[in-house]
Structures are given as structure tokens and as C-alpha cells.
């Protein structure tokens, strides 16, 4: 059974990234996936502190806080899905803070170790991502630049949803494609 774990990244809890990934994790649900979904907005952690205990005394984050056993799920998981609005350019602050604590997933040597990343390879990320400006050349660049580091991680053939012009509640629930490729995604990742 694919376990897949979601992230979300946006504070509204019935928004536009949010109903994506729920679409995609109703789906997955029903085609035999283990879900779980956490709404980082309403856990209480923080950023990376620099304290470098994940290199050099520890394989794991030595941060006590609702982000400790969320990191662990996800050295478990097959699939990570992480949604978040553009908020300024960019993911949220809530996203941006659980990225920065995957600094514990790599081993003390990453920059010259063959295998840098502390997690199983083989995981897929799904990243989805909802902006209110409609122009799809804006704001391109944010997956390409955090899938690398996931790359790097050992993550594989990973997926990117995007739904643009939508900022409402309920904006992307009226695009039924991207309602769709979310749901024909999860279908395909599970079933493959
Ligand atoms: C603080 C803040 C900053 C935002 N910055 C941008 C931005 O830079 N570009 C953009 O297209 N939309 C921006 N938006 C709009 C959101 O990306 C858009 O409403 C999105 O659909 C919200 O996703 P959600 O419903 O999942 O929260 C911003 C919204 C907020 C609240």
C-alpha cells in the first residue's frame, strides 16, 4: 500500500491550494492509498535553527515541536504532496519553515557525498501550486527551484499542479481541469 502525506501550506483551510490536494488525497484514499494531511498553519514549529545537531550528533532534527513526528512520517512516506498559494513571489512562510527543517534529511558530507539524502530514494513529490495572477510566466520559477532540492534528496519523477487567476475560496474548485489532473494524478501514482 503507497502511503502519501500531504502539506498544507496555505493558512485557509478551505482555499484553493487546499481543495487540490484534497481532491488528490480523496483520490488516492480510494484507489488504496494511506493518506495524511497536516495543516502546517496549525502546528506550532520552527525554521531550521542552524544548531547543526542533524550533522554532527544526530541522523534527525533535534527541534522538539508538531514537526518532529510530521518529518518522521515522511521518511515512511511514498509520496509527499506540498501545497501552497504564492504568497509574494513565492511559498508560504509555513511551507518555506517545514522546507528549511528537510536540512535534517541530509547527511553531514551532502555536498560531496554520492548519496546525500538520509531518506529512502524513490519518494515522488507532488507540488501544487495556486497564485492569483492569472499569467502563467509568473512565478514559474518557484517549483523548478525547491524540486531540485528534492531531487537531491532522491525524490523522482515528480509532479507539479498549478491552477493560476484563481484567489477566492472555491476559484479552483470552478477549473475542472486542474480538479481533474489532480484527481488523474493520484489514480495514476497509486495504481502504477
Ligand atoms: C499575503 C499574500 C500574498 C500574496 N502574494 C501573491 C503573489 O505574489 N502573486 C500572486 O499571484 N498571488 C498572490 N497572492 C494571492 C494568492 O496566491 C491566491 O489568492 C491563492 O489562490 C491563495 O491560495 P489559497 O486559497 O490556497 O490560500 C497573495 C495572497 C496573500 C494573502
Redesign the pocket.
Known sequence: MKKIVALLG???AN????AIAGRFMETAKKYGGETKTYSLNKMKFRGCQACMMCKEKLDRCALKDDLEPVLDEIRDADVLVL?S?????DITAQMKMFIDRTYSYYVPDFMNNPVPGRLHPGKQLVFIQ????PEEN??NDIYPKYEFFFQFLGFKDNHLIR?VG??D?G??EKQESIMKHAEDLAAKIIND
Open positions: 496555505s493558512p485557509r482555499g484553493n491550494s487546499s501545497a498559494p504564492v504568497y509574494f513571489a495556486t497564485q492569483a495572477q509568473f512565478f491552477a484563481v484567489n475560496e476559484d479552483a
